[in-house]
């Protein structure tokens, strides 16, 4: 690792720092069954964004979508944002290390404005805040983190990428950056080989501890 570079940490946001995907599910198991007649279906769009949702199983149904987005709206205003254990801690002693900390999501600004309604704080914790406008092409694609890098002008060596869904592995993987994957939203079994590490949660992370994780 060259010392000189900025070291970077690029979180997701869903399922990494805020508690929200067993709320997703509700809410797509929900809408498997209105208009797919599907049960289990929140599990199956785990980490797509909501334009490859739409354009898998909903590109003949243009009514559907729009009663989703509209829905999903409303949804997303009421959701409780409650903090993975350990990550505001771990966020503080990254800062007080010197790491430029970004959170890389899929998620659009309205949502996150909501985010940051339930959260003033929130903004404040971390270097900037990178949104699904803000990339060509959506994870699996490593467009996302490659961005996080090139604005803190770090390395994929220099790099550490922190997701929970199949899709955000494999775009943290393919940015060549490190990659601890949480079993948060899918099970260690189920990640196991898609992340360099994989941990339950933040409690006890620490600088050093992140630095020892370097592939």
Not at 60 to 76: G, H, T
Not at 114 to 129: L, Q, S, T, W
Not at 159 to 188: C, K, P, W
């Amino acid at each position: 690792m060259d010392t000189t570079k900025a070291i970077a940490v690029l979180f997701d946001f869903d399922g990494v720092i805020m508690d929200t995907e067993t709320q997703y599910t509700v809410f797509w198991d929900e809408q498997g069954r209105k208009f797919l007649n599907e049960e289990d279906f929140g599990r199956r769009i785990k980490g797509q964004t909501l334009s490859q949702i739409y354009e898998k199983y909903f590109a003949d149904k243009p009514e559907a979508q729009l009663e989703i987005s509209a829905e999903l709206n409303v949804y997303e205003k009421k959701m409780s944002y409650e903090y993975i254990p350990g990550v505001e801690a771990f966020i503080a002693d990254l800062r007080r290390n010197g790491a430029k900390i970004a959170v890389v999501t899929s998620s659009n600004e309205e949502k996150m404005a909501n985010v940051y309604n339930a959260h003033p704080e929130f903004k404040g914790m971390v270097d900037r805040i990178l949104t699904g406008e803000m990339f060509a092409r959506s994870k699996p694609a490593p467009d996302c983190f490659l961005l996080g890098m090139e604005i803190f002008e770090a390395t994929p060596e220099n790099s550490y990428v922190f997701e929970d869904s199949f899709h955000g592995l494999q775009a943290g993987m393919t940015s060549g950056a490190t990659v601890i994957g949480l079993a948060t939203t899918n099970s260690r079994e189920a990640i196991t080989g898609k992340a360099h590490s994989i941990i339950d949660d933040f409690t006890g992370m620490t600088y050093e501890k992140l630095i020892s994780f370097h592939k």
